[in-house]
């Protein structure tokens, strides 16, 4: 079976553009989380999906934003970016979000300059 | 006050060694809690799930403290390929299930 699966795996961007990142979870996995992790921190929070509905939101600005398809797939999508906006973006699925584990995609490595 | 604390280390410990590791949550509603293992540039994969009761999984034995909010991993007979961060994660509850990462805890073991 195939795992969670994101895409493009690295990307570099110029200040002030957008970026579109991509996530497919695990087949019967409804639950779709975002995490962003810039080195020696842990994974921090962005958004939850679970059955196509925000469950979800850290503190991040609004210039991040988030959404889930009926496939379960989920897009995160980033405006006017900034040098601070340099981080590995970590997707997650699970079955449930109030007790399975999160299943980590490869990431996608982001690069603003 | 971080809602996940662990110490970031690192650990050096020599192989064969055993080395343990704590996380504390300050959340006391939360309620699923888990260890990750993530290598250098990678991304994290669960190690293992944390049960009330206490689990062991080969080497490894997770434990859950509910009255002092903390939860540890001890790992036995080190090896050089435990080398890696363990990131601990606790479900925050309350209405909604994020789970919440600690920044880590990095295990170096040498021959």
Partial sequence: DAGVTQSPTHLIKTRGQQVTLRCSPISGHKSVS????????????????????????????????????????????????????SALYLCASSLDPRNSPLHF????????? | RKEVEQD?????????????????????????FFWYRQDCRKEPKLLMSVYSSGNED???????????????????DSKLSDSATYLCVVNESGGSYIPTFGR????????
Avoid: M
């Avoid at chain 1, 925000?54 to 398809?69: I, K, L, M, V």
């Avoid at chain 1, 379960?72 to 040098?83: D, F, I, K, M, W």
């Avoid at chain 1, 995609?105 to 300059?113: A, F, M, P, Q, S």
């Fill in chain 2, 104 to 111: 880590g805890t990095s295990l170096i073991v040498h021959p």
């Fill in chain 2, 58 to 76: 080969g080497r490894f034995t997770a434990q859950l403290n509910r009255a002092s909010q903390y939860i540890s991993l001890l790992i036995r």
């Fill in chain 2, 8 to 32: 970031p280390g690192p650990f050096n410990v020599p192989e064969g060694a055993t080395v343990a590791f704590n996380c504390t949550y300050s959340n006391s509603a939360s309620q699923s």
């Fill in chain 1, 34 to 85: 975002w995490y962003q992790q810039v080195l020696g921190q842990g994974p921090q929070f962005i958004f939850q999906y679970y059955e196509k509905e925000e469950r979800g939101r850290g503190n991040f600005p609004d210039r991040f934003s988030a959404r889930q398809f009926p496939n379960y797939s989920s897009e995160l999508n980033v405006n006017a970016l900034l040098l601070g906006d």
């Fill in chain 1, 105 to 113: 995609g490869n990431g996608t490595r982001l690069t603003v300059t």
